[in-house]
């Protein structure tokens, strides 16, 4: 469950509409085919009754509302199209500065990465149904990690060992060493695969690789792998 923290206000039932408190706002990356949390923060004195919908952006769906907390009731619709928080009598006295409002968030496998999805709403209204803030929020298609497949970690290597892995089909994809410096870079194939050789021999002792895929100005990175680079006759032995 790969997202991002965002900021927003839970108006209390007592102020007019939109006048005394900022509108809301949200920003969460999900990257395809995967579920992420887009957090609204809550504002202090919110009135029972008092209730925040997050509208889904479209294409997307609510799946969960996972926060468990006296005086709240989480909510989400059969059709996945909206999620809710709603104040309960059992809020009294419970603080609500900084509070954050969690909702889960489902991106479809064929969001292309790097797309705006629009559609994204926040909106507060009390327990009669009147509007006291509204606000958009922003999701954006993140990129899932590459991996790196080969070398293997523990096995002594050449100079210059084949690198390879999966990423995003079309993902530029570039393999750093442990000192930061560029190994090799290659473009993921249509069907998730991508091969490189090192243009620099590496030197022979302990080194660590890292592949970052970067795709329609999104990026992301794979896990780190150590690696054992032996001379070339030693490796051949």
């Known amino acids: 469950m ?6 927003g206000v839970l108006a209390c039932a007592g102020t007019p509409a939109l006048a005394q408190d ?14 992420g949390i887009l957090d609204v923060t809550g504002h202090e004195g919110a009135e029972p009754g008092t209730t925040l919908t997050l509208s889904a952006p479209r ?20 059709d996945g199209r909206s999620g809710t928080y709603t ?16 909702f889960v968030l489902a991106v479809p496998a064929d969001a292309v990465p790097g797309t705006r999805l629009h559609g994204c709403e926040l909106r ?24 790196l497949t080969r070398p293997l970690s523990g096995v002594p290597l050449g100079t210059r060992p084949e690198i390879a892995g999966t990423a995003h089909p079309g993902a530029r994809v ?16 249509p069907d998730g695969t991508w091969t490189c050789t090192p243009g620099p021999a590496f030197p022979a002792g302990r080194n660590r690789l890292q592949a970052v895929a970067t795709l329609n100005g999104v990026s992301a990175m794979s896990e780190q792998i150590d690696i054992s680079v032996a001379t070339e006759a030693r490796a051949g032995q």
């Open 22 to 35: 900022r509108d809301l706002w949200g920003a969460a990356t999900i990257a395809p085919g995967r579920e």
């Open 2 to 7: 790969a997202g991002a923290v965002v900021a």
């Open 124 to 147: 507060v209204t009390d327990a009669w149904g009147v509007r006291r803030a509204a606000g958009r929020c922003a999701v954006t298609v993140g990129l899932a990690g590459p991996t």
């Open 87 to 102: 104040v309960t009598a059992d809020a009294t006295g419970q603080p609500a500065r900084d509070r954050m409002f969690p």
């Open 59 to 78: 294409g997307t769906r609510v799946t969960g509302t996972p926060l468990d907390a006296p005086g709240l009731r989480g909510r989400v619709a059969a």
């Open 174 to 189: 570039t393999v750093r060493d442990k000192d930061d410096h560029e190994a090799c870079a290659t473009t993921a194939a």
